[in-house]
């Protein structure tokens, strides 16, 4: 058997780029004469803006630290000890850099085993253990603390979470086993299962202390002195946690069986993550330790060594990294400042968009429309947004004043906007109308002023065409909710100059949007991908396959929601305008199906009534349908579908639509909630074989989102 020393050095040697953690150790004495305790401050150097990981040379340097305290707890030096973080950050788990360079099974083994054999080592003290949560805690960072006696979180801290299902792992150094343990089946499937795949959602510090993860919760401003003085009272035992007794019963059974049911609503069996945290919990039960550590270490291994990780990570660093660095972008130094922006139009869009600049940029914002009564309503909307900010505490009532007051609305467009820096249209989706508006904004904006459009599909250089200064339009495409979707398309029409690009995504990073540029080619990336997707599945429907068949065809990709829901939340009208603008452009895959039309010419709002709780297809909806009777099988229908889209990316990559296949990715988890766990799609047509089925090669090198070879 390997040693813990030997197993890290072995994994420290496959990870030479380590950012690494030291594990200070300091001793002092407790208040009240509750005697010397050493405190271990995990600090990797660098300020928040570069969190504390763990990598095999932290863990190696934890555990050389853990040799000092043990050898002074045995002799009778030290009463306790401590863990705590540097400034804002506790720790944020493993290092995932180094998990991307595995590529043998027993080198990912070695990670689970050499985190669970540090860890543990902290719960076999001779004297009572505690973490002190001060700032960030995930994943490995949450798990070393559970690890410890008693634990205490600061009132401030922003994010804790045990992340690793929403990424392809598992909570592998003691959080699937741990923390059911401790707080019950019940909330551990809350903490790992359903905040995980509800977009990773963290917990605040109240949150973590209402739980019963914390057994005590202090104010920033002086935490860790709070936290060492109630440390002194549990010692000299003038405090006794009490905590309550585990449920091992059926309500166990019932929390792992509700686990089940949320990961199957979220990715439909189709990521393996979920259900190996949730095998690993159910087996907990019995509060075998040990046993648990065992089943963690083998798949953490197994899931390491799967594409899902890959592609789970790959996605991650899409969004961190190359996300926030747009590919293609001008030189930032070319954006002009914007001091005010102007919106055409005060319907539900544009009124969404009037609150967004506001509440970004801070600057006056004026909207315009057609009668003043819309105008009215689009300046209500966005009052009562802020109303509602102040309502939740968000923000307090200086700020609701100062933003009420920066919000306008003006019949003439001349008045509005004859000082406005960036001027959007959020106007109806037909060329005519948005080139009309275009001029009227030219006669009255300053010359230097950028014109955004917000269209969905159509061409920003047609739009721009009949202007004098066709060089400052811009497409910069948002999608529905606005507040709630990241992603935004800037797209660069043939005549758009680089001073127009820059400040659009100057105003992207402001809006905290991310932001990929995209050429000015039909429907851009996401609505042009999702059309095709759409498209193949109205076309088996109007074929003759039943509409369940077609939905639950695509259910193995773990998508948000079903294809026919989407369309629904899009509005079956605009999904018939963007197949009818596609198929103009490109006839020969995109249809029109006359059942969709059908659909929208009867008014409908969708395929489906929801009367029991669940979606029906909807009678009325049913009796329009005209199918012919060619039926299909899931499997066959899948195979059509993701045929459909491979073709697509590979036509948009060579068109140039984007930079890299990278770019799509991007596009499909910011803005049409692709999972994580696919890498958004070019992973996942790789992975499946489709890409190179469908266009001979794959859309990433081998590597890249997979296990390297």
Same mark, same amino acid.
């Given at each position: 058997?390997?040693?813990?020393?030997?197993?890290?050095?072995?994994?420290?040697?496959?990870?030479?780029?380590?950012?690494?953690?030291?594990?200070?150790?300091?001793?002092?004495?407790?208040?009240?004469?509750? /005697?010397r305790f050493a405190l271990i401050t995990l600090d990797n150097g660098l300020d928040h803006t570069k969190p504390t990981t763990f990598g095999p040379q932290s863990l190696a340097?934890?555990?050389?630290?853990?040799?000092?305290?043990?050898?002074?707890?045995?002799?009778?030096?030290?009463?306790?000890?401590?863990?705590?973080?540097?400034?804002?950050?506790?720790?944020?788990?493993?290092?995932?850099?180094?998990?991307?360079l595995l590529k043998k099974h027993e080198d990912a083994l070695a990670i689970g085993k050499g985190g669970h054999e540090v860890f543990k080592r902290l719960a076999a003290l001779?004297?009572?253990?505690?973490?002190?949560?001060?700032?960030?805690?995930?994943?490995?960072?949450?798990? !070393?603390?559970?690890?410890?006696?008693?634990?205490?979180?600061?009132?401030?801290?922003?994010?804790?979470?045990?992340?690793?299902?929403?990424?392809?792992?598992?909570?592998?150094?003691?959080?699937?086993?741990?923390?059911?343990?401790?707080?019950?089946?019940?909330?551990?499937?809350?903490?790992?299962?359903?905040?995980?795949?509800?977009?990773?959602?963290?917990? @605040?510090?109240?949150?973590?202390?209402?739980?019963?993860?914390?057994?005590?919760?202090?104010?920033?401003?002086?935490?860790?002195?709070?936290?060492?003085?109630?440390?002194?009272?549990?010692?000299?035992?003038?405090?006794?946690?009490?905590?309550?007794?585990?449920?091992?019963?059926?309500?166990?059974?019932?929390?792992?069986?509700?686990?089940?049911?949320?990961?199957?609503?979220?990715?439909?069996?189709?990521?393996?993550?979920?259900?190996?945290?949730?095998?690993?919990?159910?087996?907990?039960?019995?509060?075998?330790?040990?046993?648990?550590?065992?089943?963690? $270490?083998? =798949?953490?291994?197994?899931?390491?060594?799967?594409?899902?990780?890959?592609?789970?990570?790959?996605?991650?660093?899409?969004?961190?990294?190359?996300?926030?660095?747009?590919?293609?972008?001008?030189?930032?130094?070319?954006?002009?400042?914007?001091?005010?922006?102007?919106?055409?139009?005060?319907?539900?869009?544009?009124?969404?968009?009037?609150?967004?600049?506001?509440?970004?940029?801070?600057?006056? !914002?004026?909207?315009?429309?057609?009668?003043?009564?819309?105008?009215?309503?689009?300046?209500?909307?966005?009052?009562?947004?802020?109303?509602?900010?102040? /309502? @939740?505490?968000?923000?307090?009532?200086?700020?609701?004043?100062?933003? @009420?007051?920066?919000?306008?609305?003006?019949?003439?467009?001349?008045?509005?906007?004859?000082?406005?820096?960036?001027?959007?249209?959020?106007?109806?989706?037909?060329?005519?109308?948005?080139?009309?508006?275009?001029?009227?904004?030219?006669?009255?904006?300053?010359?230097?002023?950028?014109?955004?459009?917000?269209?969905?599909?159509?061409?920003?250089?047609?739009?721009?065409?009949?202007?004098?200064?066709?060089?400052?339009?811009?497409?910069?495409?948002?999608?529905?909710?606005?507040?709630?979707?990241?992603?935004?398309?800037?797209?660069?029409?043939?005549?758009?100059?680089?001073?127009?690009?820059?400040?659009?995504?100057?105003?992207? @990073?402001?809006?905290?949007?991310?932001?990929?540029?995209?050429?000015?080619?039909?429907?851009?990336?996401?609505?042009?991908?999702? #059309?095709?997707?759409?498209?193949?599945?109205?076309?088996?429907?109007?074929?003759?396959?039943?509409?369940?068949?077609?939905?639950?065809?695509?259910?193995?990709?773990?998508?948000?929601?079903?294809?026919?829901?989407?369309?629904?939340?899009? /509005?079956?009208?605009?999904?018939?305008?963007?197949?009818? #603008?596609?198929?103009?452009?490109?006839?020969?895959?995109? #249809?029109?199906?006359?059942?969709?039309?059908?659909?929208?010419? =009867?008014?409908?709002?969708?395929?489906?009534?929801?009367?029991?709780?669940?979606?029906?297809?909807?009678?009325?909806?049913?009796?329009?349908?005209?199918?012919?009777?060619?039926?299909?099988?899931?499997?066959?229908?899948?195979?059509?579908?993701?045929?459909? !889209?491979?073709?697509?990316?590979?036509?948009?990559?060579?068109?140039?639509?984007?930079?890299?296949?990278? $770019?799509?990715?991007?596009?499909?988890?910011?803005?049409?909630?692709?999972?994580?766990?696919?890498?958004?799609?070019?992973?996942?047509?790789?992975?499946?074989?489709?890409?190179?089925?469908?266009? /001979?090669?794959?859309?990433?090198?081998?590597?890249?989102?997979?296990?390297?070879?």
């Open positions: 058997m390997s040693t813990t020393a030997e197993l890290l050095k072995g994994a420290a040697e496959l990870f030479p780029d380590e950012v690494v953690t030291q594990a200070h150790v300091r001793h002092f004495d407790l208040p009240a004469g509750a /005697g340097n934890l555990d050389t630290a853990i040799d000092q305290v043990e050898r002074e707890a045995a002799a009778g030096d030290i009463v306790g000890v401590g863990i705590t973080g540097k400034p804002f950050i506790f720790a944020v788990g493993a290092d995932l850099k180094g998990v991307e001779a004297v009572p253990t505690f973490a002190y949560y001060n700032g960030a805690a995930m994943g490995g960072g949450v798990e !070393v603390g559970l690890h410890c006696k008693y634990r205490t979180v600061s009132k401030a801290l922003p994010a804790f979470s045990l992340p690793e299902v929403f990424l392809g792992l598992v909570p592998g150094w003691g959080g699937c086993t741990l923390l059911p343990n401790l707080i019950g089946a019940d909330k551990a499937v809350s903490v790992i299962i359903e905040n995980s795949l509800n977009q990773n959602k963290q917990l @605040k510090g109240q949150q973590v202390y209402d739980l019963g993860i914390a057994d005590a919760i202090f104010e920033d401003a002086d935490f860790l002195e709070q936290s060492l003085l109630w440390t002194a009272s549990v010692l000299k035992g003038e405090i006794v946690v009490d905590r309550p007794v585990i449920d091992r019963g059926e309500a166990w059974d019932q929390a792992v069986a509700k686990g089940r049911f949320i990961a199957d609503g979220k990715v439909h069996g189709a990521a393996p993550a979920a259900y190996r945290a949730l095998d690993i919990i159910a087996a907990a039960k019995n509060g075998d330790l040990q046993q648990g550590y065992d089943a963690e $270490d083998v =798949a953490l291994a197994d899931l390491i060594m799967g594409g899902e990780l890959r592609a789970g990570i790959y996605a991650f660093n899409l969004v961190q990294k190359r996300g926030k660095r747009p590919a293609g972008a001008p030189d930032k130094n070319l954006a002009r400042p914007v001091t005010k922006v102007g919106v055409v139009g005060a319907g539900l869009m544009a009124s969404q968009l009037a609150l967004l600049f506001l509440r970004r940029l801070e600057v006056p !914002v004026v909207l315009t429309d057609i009668d003043q009564e819309r105008i009215d309503k689009g300046v209500g909307y966005v009052h009562a947004e802020i109303d509602k900010l102040l /309502g @939740k505490g968000r923000i307090n009532q200086d700020k609701a004043n100062r933003l @009420k007051a920066l919000v306008t609305g003006v019949l003439d467009k001349a008045e509005g906007f004859s000082d406005a820096d960036f001027v959007i249209e959020a106007v109806f989706e037909e060329i005519g109308v948005k080139q009309q508006v275009f001029a009227e904004v030219e006669a009255v904006a300053p010359a230097h002023a950028i014109l955004a459009t917000n269209t969905s599909s159509l061409s920003v250089s047609e739009m721009a065409s009949k202007l004098k200064n066709p060089e400052r339009v811009v497409g910069f495409h948002f999608f529905n909710p606005v507040a709630v979707l990241p992603l935004l398309e800037i797209v660069r029409g043939e005549q758009t100059d680089d001073a127009s690009l820059a400040t659009a995504f100057a105003v992207a @990073k402001k809006l905290k949007k991310t932001a990929v540029l995209v050429k000015d080619a039909p429907a851009f990336v996401v609505n042009r991908i999702l #059309t095709r997707f759409m498209g193949e599945i109205q076309n088996v429907i109007d074929e003759g396959t039943p509409v369940e068949v077609a939905e639950k065809a695509v259910e193995p990709l773990g998508l948000p929601m079903s294809p026919l829901v989407l369309l629904e939340l899009v /509005g079956p009208a605009i999904g018939l305008h963007v197949s009818e #603008t596609l198929n103009k452009a490109f006839p020969d895959r995109f #249809t029109v199906s006359p059942n969709l039309k059908a659909v929208v010419d =009867a008014g409908k709002r969708g395929f489906y009534v929801y009367d029991s709780g669940k979606p029906e297809l909807d009678p009325e909806v049913a009796a329009l349908l005209k199918q012919g009777d060619t039926v299909l099988t899931e499997d066959q229908v899948r195979a059509r579908v993701l045929d459909a !889209v491979a073709q697509e990316i590979g036509l948009m990559l060579d068109e140039g639509v984007v930079a890299e296949a990278q $770019d799509i990715d991007l596009c499909l988890i910011t803005g049409a909630g692709w999972p994580f766990h696919l890498g958004g799609i070019t992973p996942y047509l790789d992975r499946e074989g489709v890409s190179e089925r469908v266009n /001979g090669k794959r859309f990433l090198e081998p590597g890249v989102a997979s296990v390297p070879a």
